[in-house]
């Protein structure tokens, strides 16, 4: 399965944007993960892909929401009221059964597309 992630960019806190992830085929869950620099790769918030069951981290309730489109293999992330540490290399990720917010449980992942929000 082939992830190409696209929408990142520079915006002003309390800006949105809206990330894309165009998947090659069908799998049991999506996500968002993104990284920062220095720190470690962190969860986002992932959807099952039948039943549209979504999770999100503490730190993105409320302000993201994770969408798929069925008919197109999609994956959206809609981001509003962007803060400063919101700032990273923004990942797409898929995988074949189960679903949850670890990283390592994800088989299939997209090259990255950099949110950078300035304060």
């Known amino acids: 399965v082939q992830l190409q992630a696209s929408g990142g960019g520079l915006v002003q806190a309390g800006g949105y944007l809206r990330l894309s992830c165009a998947a090659s085929?069908?799998?049991?869950?999506m996500g968002w993960f993104r990284q920062a620099p220095g720190k470690e790769r962190e969860f986002v918030a992932a959807?099952?892909?039948?039943?549209?069951?979504?999770i999100y981290a503490d730190s993105v309730k409320g302000r993201f929401s994770i969408s798929r489109d069925t008919a197109t293999n999609t994956l959206y992330l809609q981001m509003s009221s962007l803060k400063p540490e919101d700032t990273a290399v923004y990942y797409c990720?898929?995988?074949?059964?189960?679903?949850?917010?670890?990283?390592?449980?994800?088989?299939?992942w997209g090259q990255g597309t950099q949110v950078t929000v300035s304060s």
């Open positions: 959807i099952s892909w039948t039943q549209g069951v979504m």
């Open positions: 085929a069908r799998t049991y869950a």
């Open positions: 990720a898929a995988r074949g059964r189960g679903w949850g917010p670890r990283a390592e449980d994800y088989d299939y």
